[in-house]
């Protein structure tokens, strides 16, 4: 079996009055992350580690912020699309280990929502799919609470 790894790491800005997109539902919060899309930065890292993992390039070679069609674009599209390009290429996920760093809101309640959409999205069980949440402790731009970022790893194999 042929196995390969990747690494995905996405950030966005938090503005007031913004929808929060994060794993592919909307979290309460008076902030939300912005950006060309739907600035969901968890399923960004999710394709940047998958696409990488594949050796497909990155989420912006594939999905430019030039390009207007993908203007406030629902990120779930374009993991499904991800998806398929890595499954034309042979290979159908592992597993996936992510972790989101916010200050606030605390997301931990939220984690199950968003392993089950994340799931349904990829075609995938959800127990292929581990989210974790932490904060910076108030130090950083994460921690200023100006921002939100995550981190993931995917392990892909050939089918």
């Given amino acids: 079996m042929k196995i390969r790894v990747g690494f995905g790491f996405d950030v966005h800005q938090l503005k007031k009055g913004a929808d929060f997109w994060l794993g592919g539902i909307i979290i309460p919060h008076d902030k939300g992350a912005v950006g060309y899309s739907d600035a969901d930065v968890l399923i960004h890292a999710i394709c940047d580690a998958l696409l990488g993992a594949a050796n ?3 989420i912006g070679y594939h999905f430019p912020d030039t390009n207007p069609k993908y203007k406030d674009v629902d990120s779930k599209i374009l993991l499904s699309k991800v998806m398929k390009m890595i499954r034309e290429k042979g290979y159908e996920l592992g597993n996936i280990d992510s972790t989101i760093c916010l200050q606030k809101p605390k997301v931990g309640i939220y ?47 050939n089918i």
Avoid at 137 to 146: L, T
């Fill in 111 to 157: 984690i199950p929502k968003m392993k089950k959409s994340l799931a349904c999205c990829m075609s995938v069980p959800q127990d292929l799919i581990s989210i974790k949440a932490t904060t910076t402790e108030k130090i950083g731009f994460v921690g200023r609470e100006e921002g939100v970022s995550a981190y993931c790893t995917v392990l892909i194999n």
């Fill in 56 to 58: 497909l390039g990155d």
